[in-house]
């Protein structure tokens, strides 16, 4: 047990302070999931931490990584939390696409994919959720059907995140239409910009179009681009989960702990009943058990990485971890809200900053998989309780 | 970094496993619970004779050299075999002296296993900030004087050192005392956690020598405040114990209970309720590991990372306790079955260091005003 750093550890972070001193945007620009102006700038940050080598400190080096450890990966999402540093574009790309094309992806597909993925060149989108699909995900329906060197792909996916601002997608499809059903899926890579996929936007309750419909007809995907072997998209589906799970919180601090310190500047500020918020005995109740949920969820985080760094791969135990988070930003979300007290509702308020979050984090415990799913993976593949279903 | 424990502490917490899983089981604990002091001497021996009791202080005193993180792998394996015995109060002592004046004679038997400890702190108030300590020392011949009433004191009747949180005109003192000095008397007061029993401690006009007198003003503060701290991480960790037990019976209750002509384990509503309890536990160990870490390495952040750890780990061991029970159904409520005695002592710790309503009134002060 030792949360020191060791002197190379030390140095990275020495030298990581020292870059974010001299290049951290200085103007911050309000956050807006759909918005291109906030786009553009997360786009611009992502280059600087490319050109700083700073975008993949745990990718290999020669895909445009910095090959540290998992640890340094850790200290680098702390420090850019203390710095208040903007989000990280492309979460897609980094923390699910990208890990699972460096497991079971080709040279090839290595050399293609990773290094845009780590500039921002490319954005990612996964095509996994179909109307019938959802928690079920191994009763998708739609077809990949081989035709000399291609896939032709026909079918719908919905829930899509980034769909409409995507170059690539990380698609799951049927391609074997006698298997049972967690066998006959094949995964592939699909540019975004090819014939016969037309994408439709669905609006969120917060108004935003973040997600969205897509639809296939007669999607051609050359046959090279199958990621892993064809009939395993399965695995290769769960791989890129299980890192999505392990991967999405450790980015996600920085965002809480920037909304928790906003809260608190609020508290500091707003009065009610002649004295400030912050004053108030109950309120201080409910931030103290924001911050200390923050603090656990940050604790988790370096625990699970440092047990990365050992076994090398993340297991269903990520999912304690996005159950964890998306349960505490919705309790934050409400407490946040009750600081602000009538404010909280004003979408000219803070640039609408709150309505937006409390309206967002619903959405958190059920998109990457709902809260009940993650309770079934823990009981049945972390605890070795029997299937239910 | 490293975020997990050592190879020479993952060596402790075997042995320690080792040693509660043939010395401690739960029919043991249940006939010295039913007893005055849920005292067996070998039972405390074993756990002398590993240098256990002052585990985490310096060789120079009689201790193992070890850190706090070491303290926490054996405090948590006592919870998970609910080890009966003024552990607590005598860590609690030992440390305070340790912080507060490591030259008295009242240190090395409380470290050795020698001597048993406990330390008088809250009074009839039971508040669990210093400002609440009222009882009054009088200055008497080079030492004190000491009237008044002790109350909620862990392992007081088995105690061979008292060491009493008195206030001066100077501030707090901590007299140290034999139990058997004249004046002082104890009461067991009956209580919810029959393995670890509470005291009154009365002072009838007690006089404490200068020698015993450990330290007074500012210095006694912070004694007191970083000896809180230890006592406090090693509660946590027991109650960390007591959810790992608790979790690991449920799960296996829950493969081989059958309902409706198959394991309750197999249904989603009961295989939530463990996996909130496995949620529970590990994020409880994250945070009182880091706790223990921070008390040696990082004292700055130490106050803050035991009131998180102790906030999380009161609420977190509560909640586990209950869905262990749920899951168990009515076999779970009997005084029968073991889990009962870990509710009991799930609950006992949570007050006990204050609860998480207390830590978090704590973090705000910490945390909010910086």
Redesign the interface.
């Known amino acids: 047990?030792?949360?020191?750093?060791?002197p190379s550890?030390t140095k990275f972070r020495d030298e990581l302070r020292a870059w974010l001193k001299t290049n951290l945007p200085a103007k911050k620009v309000k956050t807006a999931e759909s918005g291109t102006e906030y786009f553009d700038y997360l786009k611009n940050w992502q280059r600087k931490l490319f050109e700083g080598n700073y975008a993949g400190v745990s990718w290999p080096k020669e895909f445009g990584g910095r090959g540290a450890s998992f640890?340094e990966q850790?200290?680098f999402q702390e420090e850019l939390a203390l710095a208040d540093a903007p989000e990280r574009m492309g979460t897609i790309g980094q923390g699910l696409v990208g890990p699972t094309i460096i497991t079971v992806g080709t040279e090839e597909q290595k050399k293609r994919y990773l290094p845009a993925i780590l500039s921002g060149e490319e954005v990612w989108c996964q095509g996994f959720s179909e109307p019938n699909a959802g928690s079920d995900l191994a009763s998708l329906e739609t077809k990949g059907i081989r035709e000399g060197d291609d896939f032709v792909v026909n079918g719908q996916k919905i829930w899509t995140s980034y769909a409409h601002i995507a170059d690539q997608c990380m698609l799951v499809v049927r391609t074997d239409m006698t298997a049972a059903k967690h066998k006959g899926m094949t995964c592939l890579l699909v540019d975004m910009k090819s014939p016969g996929i037309t994408v439709r936007p669905l609006k969120m309750m917060s108004g935003d179009s973040g997600f969205n419909e897509m639809f296939f007809s007669n999607l051609r995907v050359p046959a090279k681009n199958v990621l892993g072997k064809v009939n395993e998209g399965w695995n290769v589906a769960i791989t890129a989960l299980s890192n999505e799970r392990a991967n999405l919180g450790t980015g996600l601090y920085v965002v809480f702990k920037r909304n928790l310190d906003a809260v608190?500047e609020h508290?500091?500020k707003l009065r009610r009943n002649g004295k400030p918020v912050?004053e108030d005995?109950v309120i201080?109740?409910k931030?103290?058990?924001s911050?200390?949920?923050l603090?656990?969820f940050r604790?988790?985080t370096?625990?699970s990485?440092?047990?990365l760094n050992?076994t090398g791969v993340p297991g269903p135990?990520g999912s304690?971890q996005k159950?964890?988070w998306s349960e505490l930003n919705q309790r934050n979300a409400q407490v946040a809200m009750e600081v602000l007290g009538p404010y909280a509702q004003l979408t000219n308020f803070d640039d609408g900053r709150w309505v937006y979050n409390y309206l967002r984090s619903r959405g958190n415990t059920i998109e990457a998989g709902t809260s009940?799913v993650?309770?079934?993976i823990?009981?049945?593949r972390?605890?070795?309780?029997?299937?239910?279903y | 970094m490293e975020f997990d424990l050592s190879k020479p502490q993952q060596l402790l917490q075997k042995s320690a496993r080792d040693l509660f899983a043939r010395d401690c089981s739960a029919k043991r604990v249940r006939e010295l619970m039913a007893t005055d002091t849920a005292f067996h001497p070998e039972l405390w021996s074993a756990v002398a004779d590993q240098g256990w009791l002052g585990i985490h202080l310096d060789e120079s005193v009689g201790g193992l050299g070890l850190g706090a993180v070491d303290l926490a792998v054996v405090a948590e394996e006592m919870g998970r075999a609910c080890y009966p015995g003024p552990f607590l109060g005598t860590v609690w002592a030992a440390t305070l002296i340790a912080e507060a004046n490591s030259k008295s004679k009242h240190l090395e038997p409380l470290t050795t296993g020698a001597a048993k400890g406990a330390v008088a702190y809250l009074e009839p108030d039971a508040g669990w900030c210093p400002e609440n300590v009222q009882l009054k020392a009088t200055a008497a011949g080079g030492g004190f004087k000491l009237s008044g009433r002790k109350s909620f004191v862990s392992d007081a009747g088995l105690a061979d050192v008292i060491v009493c949180v008195a206030r001066t005109g100077d501030g707090l003192a901590l007299l140290a005392m034999p139990a058997k000095t004249s004046g002082v008397t104890i009461t067991r007061t009956p209580a919810l956690d029959q393995s670890r029993k509470l005291y009154d401690v009365d002072f009838a006009g007690v006089t404490v020598a200068a020698d015993d007198v450990l330290s007074v003003g500012q210095a006694a503060e912070t004694a007191l405040a970083r000896s809180i701290q230890v006592a406090t991480l090693a509660t946590s960790a027991d109650m960390l114990g007591g959810m790992q037990w608790m979790i690991a019976d449920a799960v296996e209750y829950a493969k081989t209970r059958q309902q409706f002509g198959k394991v309750i384990g197999s249904f989603q509503a009961v295989q939530h309720m463990c996996a909130d309890m496995l949620l529970l536990t590990e994020s409880s160990r994250s945070a009182i590991y880091f706790a223990a870490w921070a008390l040696d390495a990082e004292p700055a952040s130490a106050a803050r990372a035991i009131s998180t750890a102790k906030a999380y780990s009161s609420d977190a061991s509560r909640e586990v306790a209950n869905r262990a029970v749920q899951v168990h159904g009515g076999i779970g409520f009997t005084w029968e079955h073991d889990l009962q005695l870990y509710y009991k002592r799930s609950k006992a710790s949570e007050i006990l260091f204050g609860d998480a309503t207390y830590h978090r009134a704590q973090l705000a002060d910490l945390v909010f005003s910086a």
């Open positions: 047990m030792d949360l020191g750093l060791t550890e640890m850790a200290i608190l508290a500091r912050i005995p201080r109740q931030l103290a058990q911050y200390l949920d603090e656990v604790l988790n370096t625990r990485l440092s047990n050992k135990e304690i159950l964890y009940e993650q309770r079934n823990i009981a049945q972390v605890l070795g309780l029997p299937r239910s």
